[in-house]
């Protein structure tokens, strides 16, 4: 096995230094209540989307829930869905405002989130280069013939 002679090694300040920008500019939507900064490199010139607003959820079956929202982004590639903060869906174009989620649990309450994006890489979502506006959520909504809430999640 050959060692890498130009490997840096980090320890004490210069990791802490490299890490904390690096956790701080990660946004789950888990943590979007707290978090109302986009997804750009502090200090850079890439440009960020607008958030959307006007985000609702709303049961249109047994085991399918929509998602809707208003685009305030004149420069976005697509859109980000969370459902819960532990799966998301990346939509591309420019102009998509709903999803419709489906294979969910019947009777189950599911949240979600919604983010807009630029993408670095034209066609790939995941891609060197992309930003993402900040999560706007989360809404709710329950399967099964419940009625529908499109209020947001009680802090």
């Known amino acids: 096995m050959k060692k890498n002679m130009y490997r840096p090694v980090l320890t004490g300040l210069a990791l802490a230094a490299?890490?904390?920008p690096a956790l701080a500019a990660t946004s789950y939507p888990a943590h979007a209540a707290s978090s109302a900064s986009a997804h750009a490199a502090a200090g850079s010139d890439t440009p960020v989307a607008a958030a959307p607003s006007n985000v609702t959820a709303q049961a249109v079956g047994t085991t399918s829930i929509k998602v809707s929202w208003t685009n305030n982004a004149?420069?976005?590639s697509g859109v980000?869905?969370?459902?819960?903060?532990?799966?998301s869906v990346d939509l591309q174009g420019p102009t998509v405002s709903s999803y419709t989620w489906n294979g969910l649990s019947s009777n189950t309450k599911y949240w979600f989130y919604v983010a807009s994006k630029i993408y670095g890489t034209p066609g790939d979502p995941t891609g060197y280069g992309n930003t993402q506006s900040a999560w706007v959520g989360p809404v709710y909504a329950t399967t099964g013939g419940t009625q529908p809430s499109t209020s947001p999640a009680p802090q």
């Not at 980000?80 to 799966?87: A, K």
């Open 18 to 20: 490299l890490l904390i």
């Open 80 to 87: 980000v869905v969370s459902l819960d903060g532990q799966e």
């Open 74 to 76: 004149s420069n976005q």
